[in-house]
């Protein structure tokens, strides 16, 4: 894995020496949103009008945060109006590339690139940073509208309900001041947590996020013992951005990145609840145990040097989930 610096591509892995031996996530550097009108959104540019067959979307199927913008994407009936291309699951030295030899590996369907970082480079000349997905690609303007998938699940949350006249809301204003905190204590010590734990260098690195990740992890047992969802008895983007760590937590990240005090399974409501949001309609579409379980064991020769895909638990998403 690399990145780019001043437009050309360097094959670096995270530095965590400079820093105690800890992964630091970067910043997502394109935010600008889609509206309904156009107009600018919350940061970034406006200029971005929610219309049918205007945007692309770059995905990995094994990514959570790339999978969040895919499960939006059939919560709102995007499908018809937002096409896809996913990468290839191995990243490896040129990072994420638009191989088709993996089922499901579609390759880049607008510009039939190679590397996904040609799409950073058409979009910025000189771009810096990591070339991460998802990408939503504006064609119309030719430029990256966001690479920044919080951002892009409320785009997509209501921005294109007067194309599609789907008005489901999982950012509802109501919940807002409830969903906001558990989001943020959920990316911090879940979403990140597993990465932080997993690509730490230190074991007081490794410590210091794979308590709160199970702290946090006991927390929403106990949210779900009394709620149905974890902001109440409605389903919120809360409950989508966790669902896809959870996912791939006892497959990857119980075993590849050392978060083994429990799994999933062994928390009867985080597990209940995971299977009721695998079996919503559209979900499980969306869902590739294959890419995710070949792109963490193949692609981190630090964390697994021989690239031995280890043989998995049996999991049945399909078990009834009794949620109701
Ligand atoms: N903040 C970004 C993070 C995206 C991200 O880190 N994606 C990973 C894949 S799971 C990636 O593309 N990593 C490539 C790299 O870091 O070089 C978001 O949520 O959209």
């Known amino acids: 894995m690399g990145q780019l610096v001043d437009g050309v591509?360097?094959?670096?892995?995270y530095d965590t020496d400079s820093t105690g031996g800890a992964f630091k996530r970067d910043e997502s550097k394109f935010r600008n949103w889609v509206t309904a009108d156009g107009s600018a959104g919350p940061t970034g540019t406006g200029g971005f009008k929610a219309e049918s067959g205007r945007y692309h979307l770059y995905v990995s199927h094994a990514c959570p945060w790339?999978?969040?913008?895919?499960?939006?994407?059939?919560?709102k009936g995007l499908e018809d109006h937002i096409a896809v291309s996913a990468v290839h699951p191995d990243m490896l030295k040129d990072g994420w590339e638009f191989r088709t030899d993996f089922d499901g590996a579609t390759g880049d369907r607008q510009f039939?690139?190679?590397?996904?970082?040609?799409?950073?480079?058409?979009?910025?000349?000189?771009?810096s940073g990591r070339v991460t997905v998802p990408v939503l690609w504006d064609r119309q303007t030719d430029q990256i509208v966001s690479n920044e998938s919080a951002d892009i699940i409320r785009?997509?949350?209501?921005?294109?309900?007067g194309v599609t006249g789907n008005t489901d809301d999982y950012w509802p204003e109501a919940l807002r001041d409830r969903i906001a905190p558990i989001n943020d204590?959920?990316?911090?010590?879940?979403?990140?947590?597993?990465?932080?734990?997993?690509?730490?260098?230190?074991?007081?690195?490794?410590?210091?996020?794979?308590?709160?990740?199970?702290?946090?992890?006991?927390?929403?047992?106990?949210l779900l013992?009394?709620?149905?969802?974890?902001?109440?008895?409605?389903i919120t983007e809360?409950?989508?951005?966790?669902?896809?760590?959870?996912?791939?937590?006892?497959?990857?990240?119980?075993?590849?990145?050392?978060?083994?005090?429990?799994?999933?399974?062994?928390?009867?409501?985080?597990w209940g609840w995971a299977r009721e949001l695998y079996q919503w309609p559209g979900v499980a579409e969306t869902v590739h145990p294959d890419h995710f379980i070949r792109h963490y064991y193949y692609?981190?020769?630090?964390?697994?040097p021989h690239r031995i895909v280890p043989i998995g638990p049996d999991i049945d998403w399909s078990e009834p989930h009794g949620r109701g």
């Open 112 to 127: 039939g690139f190679a590397y996904l970082r040609e799409v950073y480079l058409k979009a910025k000349p000189d771009a």
């Open 155 to 161: 785009m997509f949350n209501s921005a294109f309900d």
């Open 238 to 270: 809360a409950d989508w951005r966790l669902f896809t760590t959870v996912l791939r937590f006892d497959a990857v990240y119980h075993t590849h990145f050392k978060c083994n005090r429990r799994r999933i399974i062994d928390y009867p409501n985080l």
């Open 299 to 304: 692609s981190h020769d630090t964390v697994n």
């Open 66 to 75: 790339a999978h969040r913008t895919l499960i939006f994407r059939a919560l």
């Open 185 to 222: 204590r959920i990316y911090d010590t879940v979403n990140n947590g597993v990465y932080k734990a997993g690509f730490a260098t230190s074991q007081e690195a490794y410590d210091k996020a794979v308590h709160p990740l199970f702290d946090s992890l006991d927390w929403i047992e106990g």
């Open 225 to 234: 013992t009394k709620n149905r969802y974890l902001t109440g008895d409605r």
């Open 9 to 13: 591509w360097k094959d670096e892995w």
